[in-house]
């Protein structure tokens, strides 16, 4: 019973490399989210998508990108990667109708840190 | 945008203690989960709770909607309890979907 799988765990960048971050759900959830964590802080949004094929931005997307090629997956991609986002990526999922109506599971996290 | 402010920010308990956790937010909300983030980082759903009561075990929330406040209660503490609880708040006029998090709430739990 796999839930919300973030691969990787960690990650060292270079400032100006790329990377992307994998989110698998296989709870046939219709909504996904990227959010970050800062130390002293709680979880911001990054980008979110309400189904296969839709993304939109959160709170927080500059220098992100985002793609929902199928249901079960949701990335998140570092083009040009920058000390300020150093921080610990969490993915979520929710049902549909979007998580102002739905419980959020997450995945255990990813720590990136750029240096 | 609306605004979560969790109180307090920081506390340390014995075992066996009970507390309460406060989470109050600026605007009517649709959707209220707390959530548990243990010391290895993982973030476990708590509650979904827009409205009313719940008990879990030694947990209970109770969110009055219309004073626009939640609280969680933790009873009989264990260390396992150890961590970082948020308050998330979800509400359609955001603009964007998703919850918005409080800050958190440090608790410790000694033997």
């Known amino acids: 019973n796999a839930g919300v799988t973030q691969t990787p765990k960690f990650r060292v960048l270079k400032t100006g490399q790329s990377m992307t971050l994998l989110c698998a759900q296989d709870m046939n959830h219709e909504y996904m989210y990227w959010y970050r964590q800062d130390p002293g802080m709680g979880l911001r949004l990054i980008h979110y998508s309400v189904g296969e094929g839709t993304t939109a931005k959160g709170e927080v997307p500059d220098g992100y990108n985002v793609s929902r090629l199928k249901k079960q997956n949701f990335l998140l991609g570092l083009e040009s990667a920058a000390p300020s986002q150093t921080s610990v990526y969490f993915c979520?999922?929710?049902?549909?109708?979007?998580?102002?109506?739905?419980?959020?599971?997450f995945g255990s996290g990813t720590q990136l840190s750029v240096l | 945008g609306i605004q979560v402010e969790q109180s307090p920010p920081d506390l340390i308990l014995q075992e066996g203690a009970n507390s309460t956790l406060r989470c109050n937010f600026s605007?009517?909300?649709?959707?209220l989960q707390w959530f548990h983030q243990n010391p290895w980082g993982q973030l476990i759903n708590l509650f979904y709770i827009p409205s009313g009561t719940k008990q879990n075990g030694r947990l209970s929330a109770t969110t009055v909607a219309t004073e626009r406040y939640s609280l969680l209660y933790i009873s009989s503490s264990q260390t396992t309890d150890s961590g970082v609880y948020f308050c998330a708040v979800g509400y359609s006029g955001g603009g964007a979907d998703g919850l918005t998090f409080g800050k958190g709430t440090h608790l410790i739990i000694q033997p």
């Open positions: 605007d009517s909300v649709n959707n």
């Open positions: 979520a999922s929710s049902y549909g109708q979007g998580a102002a109506n739905e419980k959020l599971f």
